[in-house]
């Protein structure tokens, strides 16, 4: 009897295992990066903690005009998590309207704005010294940030569906849609 289990929870894990090695090998390229979070000493990866989610990816600035999006982001992220979407920001000083330190960037989002999605390291995000991560999100899409507060739409296979500029605005019906029709 002892034997027998032991035999079932062997088996039950080594299917975990396989399962997990499976999951790993099939993340999508444009999530298969560690990110660190911002201002602190802990990185994620992408694929393992975001796989299977809807997201919006968005390179953020606390100088710029657009910078009052936050508020229209972490509405988004609160109105449809719970569904799968999570918004992932990315603070950039390609268009130098993020000169502060992750600590103070980390602060202002949060006295200011709020926000509760997670908020990464800085990063660039233009074409000519992009990081990996956003060349491979531009790949996909054609089309890299030329402004703060671009946002890429991925589905939940971690394919870009859509692109969009500065001026669209979180609540913009375009983008919502897109988004409802994702989760």
Known sequence: ?????????????????LLNSTAIAECPKTLDFTKR???????????EAYAGKVLLVVNTASYCGF???????EDLYQKYRTAGLVVLGFPSNDFFQEPRSEDNVKTFCSLTYNVKFPMFEKTRVAKRHADPFYK????????????NFHKYLLDRQGNVVASYG??????DESLILAIESNL
């Open 67 to 73: 910078t009052g999006q936050f508020r229209g982001l």
């Open 37 to 47: 979070y911002l201002a602190s000493e802990q990185s994620v990866h992408l694929c």
């Open 136 to 147: 491979a999100l531009a790949n996909q899409s054609g089309d890299y940030p030329r402004w």
């Open 1 to 17: 009897m002892i034997t027998t289990k032991l035999k079932t929870v062997s088996i039950t894990y080594a299917m975990l295992i």
């Open 166 to 171: 500065s001026s669209v605005k979180p609540d």
